[in-house]
């Protein structure tokens, strides 16, 4: 065991690793948290769009569903297949399932690609109450 009156204090090696690891884990941050950030947003407003399925017909839901994925910048759900919207009832009442399945490239500055799946389904119930 070392006495603690032979050390000198002098801990800059231990300092300069410190701030790397952590600017590293800013960059990575600063790549993944957008991107989580829209898919989240995504898949939170599917049971919003999905909850007007009263009044609304299937070919619009999926729609709004295409246009929303634009907004957000999310190419990858454009894709045909991406998003399937299936309708189970009458106009009054019944089950909106919505299918959503595409992987998205997360970038690390060209050292590595991560893909991140987003494979949902969503079963929304509705009644139109006019």
Do not use: W
């Not at 246009?67 to 910048?73: C, D, F, I, P």
């Not at 299936?86 to 050292?111: E, N, P």
């Amino acid at each position: 065991m070392r006495n603690r009156n032979t050390q000198r204090g002098e801990g800059k090696v231990g300092c300069i690793v410190s701030i790397l690891i952590f600017g590293l884990l800013i960059a990575a941050a600063i790549r993944v948290v957008p991107i989580l950030f829209s898919n989240n947003d995504f898949t939170n407003s599917i049971d919003n769009i999905a909850a007007r399925a009263g009044i609304l017909p299937q070919a619009t839901i999926e729609l709004q569903l295409r246009e929303k994925a634009r907004e957000l910048g999310i190419p990858e759900a454009l894709a045909a297949g991406a998003i399937v919207v299936t309708k189970a009832g009458d106009h009054m009442q019944g089950t909106c399932t919505v299918k959503v399945r595409y992987t998205r490239k997360i970038d690390f500055y060209g050292l590595y690609a991560y893909p991140l799946e987003t494979n949902t389904t969503r079963n929304v119930l509705y009644m139109d109450a006019r």
